[in-house]
């Protein structure tokens, strides 16, 4: 198993940037694939952005592509979501997710390790 702690959230205006954070214990960070979603209140968790094990392959939702950059060090067993260009619909709980499976998913059920969440709110 692998324990996953989301830091990096906060409160932002819009156009502005934040870095977030997903630290990994237990098991091999690089045996994970790594995604990022969110969940806005009253709304379904959507899938952000994941990453290969290896982090060379990548993959965005359409709404964050060219703003959104995620990464990975695997020495580190982090995993990172750097957001750029911040808008207000933005706003959710930012959570990662880990999964063992080969192939980058978009869906919440394709991925079975979570954290419990990180608060990214921007201002208009």
């Known amino acids: 198993q692998v324990q996953l702690v989301e830091s990096g959230g906060g409160l932002v205006q819009a156009g502005g940037s934040l870095r977030l954070s997903c630290a990994a214990s237990?098991?091999?960070?690089?045996?994970?694939?790594m995604g990022w979603f969110r969940q806005a209140p009253g709304k379904e968790r959507e899938f952000v952005a994941a990453i290969s094990r290896s982090g060379s392959s990548t993959y965005y939702a359409d709404s964050v592509k060219g703003r959104f950059t995620i990464s990975r060090d695997n020495a580190k067993n982090t995993a990172y979501l750097e957001m750029n260009n911040l808008k207000p619909e933005d706003t959710a709980v930012y959570y990662c997710?880990?999964?063992?499976?080969?192939?980058?998913?978009?869906?919440?059920?394709?991925?079975?390790?979570w954290g419990q969440g990180t608060q990214v709110t921007v201002s208009s």
């Open positions: 997710a880990a999964d063992l499976a080969i192939l980058l998913k978009t869906t919440t059920s394709n991925y079975d390790y």
């Open positions: 237990g098991r091999t960070f690089s045996l994970y694939k």
